[in-house]
């Protein structure tokens, strides 16, 4: 068990920002993972756990023991149902890999969330979302170390309290407890999920004769990788925005002043605007700012070009945050975690 001092985390986050970590240590196992705890260059400091570092934006050096999450495996076995299978999977799992997974054995219900980036472990956390398929759509169970304790313990999907990019686990279990592995119940009788239009419109230029859940997954990452940005060449979190959620009256009223306004009915009192539209309108799109800025196809996307530091990342956040507030009276709320 190696653990290193005032380590470099620039490698370990998909920004590329240099900071600090006060202790630096990694885990493939449970049982690596209650040895760190206790031990005593650990034991005295603040914890935080990286899976991915494909949601985090750090603006200063971390006075914390940072555990980077390497717990791997994948395995099935049949749901009590008979018509599902139940895949576990380690933590530290690439999210992408348990997606390929799920291809290659034919199971249904995960392809929709093709390419996001992260691990296994903050996949619940964070409820992931994409193109009208979310985590707890499929969510069985999961298994969390729990920090004080040291013992492990499941919840089910009630248990973990899901909503919009939100878990119990951002909320009052806020670091008590560490993601294990997480269980899904996936399907070989597939529902095909196109609601989306740009997955028809990709299906159709395609030319997708018969619907699979491995085109449908092509077709998705074909949407993501033209639109979003490959950490490896440009430092990023992906969407930096969560997708603001406003009364259906101030939506009306906005609509009445801007015809072209998108919008999501989630019930008949709220309605989704896509952040990326409202940010766009406010000519953020494509603004370059030194070594970062906002990306110039996806407005949600916030970008270091290399040598940009977390504090001007930040501050750009929040001036287009006002910048929205002003023009549409919509608060947007970051969805990467900035630390």
């Given at each position: 068990?190696?653990?290193?001092?005032?380590?470099?985390?620039?490698?370990?986050?998909?920004?590329?920002?240099?900071?600090?970590?006060?202790?630096?240590?990694?885990?493939?196992?449970?049982?690596?993972?209650?040895?760190?705890?206790?031990?005593?260059?650990?034991?005295?400091?603040?914890?935080?756990?990286?899976?991915?570092?494909?949601?985090?934006?750090?603006?200063?050096?971390?006075?914390?023991?940072v555990l980077l999450n390497r717990i791997k495996g994948?395995?099935?076995?049949?749901?009590?149902?008979?018509?599902?299978?139940?895949?576990?999977?380690?933590?530290?799992?690439?999210?992408?890999?348990?997606?390929?997974?799920?291809?290659?054995?034919?199971?249904g219900g995960i392809e929709n969330l093709s390419l996001i980036p992260g691990t296994v472990g903050a996949a619940p956390l964070q409820n992931i979302g994409a193109y009208g398929v979310e985590l707890k759509d499929t969510f069985h169970s999961?298994?969390?170390?729990?920090?004080?304790?040291?013992?492990?313990?499941?919840?089910?999907?009630?248990?973990?309290?899901?909503?919009?990019?939100?878990?119990?686990?951002?909320?009052?279990?806020?670091?008590?407890?560490?993601?294990?592995?997480?269980?899904?119940?996936?399907?070989?009788?597939?529902?095909?999920?196109?609601?989306y239009g740009a997955i028809q419109d990709t299906l159709?230029?395609?030319?997708?004769?018969?619907?699979?859940?491995?085109?449908?997954?092509?077709?998705?990452?074909?949407?993501?990788?033209?639109?979003?940005?490959?950490?490896?060449?440009?430092?990023?979190?992906?969407?930096?925005?969560?997708?603001?959620?406003?009364?259906?009256?101030?939506f009306a009223q906005l609509k009445a002043e801007y015809t072209s306004m998108p919008g999501y009915a989630i019930d008949e009192e709220t309605v989704k605007v896509p952040a990326g539209w409202l940010i766009e309108q406010c000519g953020w799109k494509g603004k370059v700012l030194g070594k970062h800025g906002v990306h110039k196809d996806q407005a949600l996307v916030l970008v270091n070009y290399g040598g940009a530091s977390g504090n001007e990342v930040k501050a750009l956040a929040y001036e287009i945050i006002a910048s929205v507030q002003e023009k549409f009276g919509i608060t947007l709320t970051p969805e990467v975690n900035i630390i």
């Open positions: 068990m190696e653990i290193q001092r005032e380590a470099s985390l620039q490698a370990y986050n998909t920004f590329g920002i240099e900071a600090k970590a006060s202790v630096l240590a990694t885990f493939t196992s449970v049982e690596e993972l209650r040895a760190l705890l206790q031990h005593p260059e650990v034991q005295h400091l603040p914890l935080l756990v990286l899976g991915g570092g494909s949601n985090v934006l750090f603006t200063q050096d971390i006075q914390a023991a994948i395995r099935q076995t049949p749901a009590p149902d008979g018509a599902h299978v139940l895949v576990t999977s380690g933590s530290g799992e690439t999210w992408h890999e348990l997606v390929l997974y799920s291809l290659e054995h034919d199971l999961l298994e969390a170390l729990e920090i004080a304790t040291g013992q492990l313990v499941t919840f089910n999907r009630e248990q973990c309290g899901f909503g919009y990019r939100e878990s119990v686990f951002k909320k009052e279990a806020k670091g008590q407890f560490i993601v294990t592995s997480v269980t899904l119940q996936l399907t070989r009788e597939h529902q095909f999920n196109t609601s159709a230029q395609q030319q997708v004769s018969e619907l699979s859940i491995r085109a449908i997954s092509d077709a998705v990452c074909h949407i993501r990788r033209s639109k979003l940005p490959d950490p490896a060449q440009i430092g990023n979190a992906g969407s930096f925005f969560k997708n603001p959620e406003i009364p259906a009256a101030q």
